[in-house]
């Protein structure tokens, strides 16, 4: 797939990477129909993470066709909950879990995620809302709206990791901020000021991809 390098470092990083065989149907589907998927070493530290972790129970804002969500439950044997509001993209994902026998595991949750995530934390969708795993990749001016709910269904010891987060370089004023992207640029800066400021979270900004951010909901000491 013709990924975009912004620099030699990172031309260097992704020839490195090997390819992992299993996910090639679906990097080739989403190449030939223009679906934008985690960038190759966004999904390798994202595949690290979850073999480190190997989370019981993953929530996933943003599922597209399921590229992450496989990366979560090949790699696992945690149940997914899942939200899409493309319903081509769902179906699509749909077969690609069917294929690859992935769909006991699998919980998709269709529409709006600004409608969804919230009523996922308060238990009026017919879901668990108690994750161990929260990767969060979906429309990014709806990150810090998401935040306070994400922090409510994460478990102590969990994980939120966040994708996009430097916004091909704009969050730190590395490059230009069109017009059209102010307001997200705007909600990403205040999505990583208050998940790295929230002294429940222990928060890094990793340079990785296209910008992730790391959190781990602190354990209570008693």
């Not at 949750?109 to 990767?135: H, T």
């Not at 916004?167 to 990583?192: A, H, P, Y």
């Amino acid at each position: 797939m013709p990924y975009k390098t912004p620099n030699k470092t990172s031309k260097y990083v992704r020839e490195l990477l090997p390819i992992d065989e299993k996910l090639l149907p679906l990097i080739d589907f989403a190449d030939a129909h223009n679906i934008p998927v985690l960038l190759p070493e966004s999904a390798v530290f994202l595949k690290q993470l979850i073999l480190l972790k190997q989370p019981k129970n993953a929530l996933e804002i943003g599922m597209g066709i399921g590229y992450s969500g496989h990366i979560i439950l090949q790699n696992s044997n945690a149940n997914l909950t899942t939200v899409e509001i493309d319903k081509t993209r769902i179906e699509t994902a749909k077969e690609f879990f069917k294929t690859n026998t992935l769909c006991d595991r699998t919980c998709i949750l269709c529409g709006d995620e600004g409608e969804i995530v919230p009523k996922l934390s308060d238990g009026s969708v017919g879901a668990d809302n108690r994750f161990d795993f929260i990767f969060l990749d979906g429309a990014k001016a709806k990150y810090t709206k998401h935040l306070p709910y994400l922090k409510k269904m994460l478990v102590e010891g969990g994980i939120l990791l966040a994708d996009n987060v430097l916004f091909n370089g704009m969050v730190s004023g590395e490059n230009e901020t069109g017009n059209t992207k102010r307001s997200i640029v705007k909600n990403l800066r205040n999505f990583l000021e208050s998940v790295c400021s929230d002294n429940d979270f222990i928060t890094s900004v990793i340079n990785v991809g296209d910008g992730m951010s790391l959190s781990i909901k602190k354990l209570t000491i008693r």
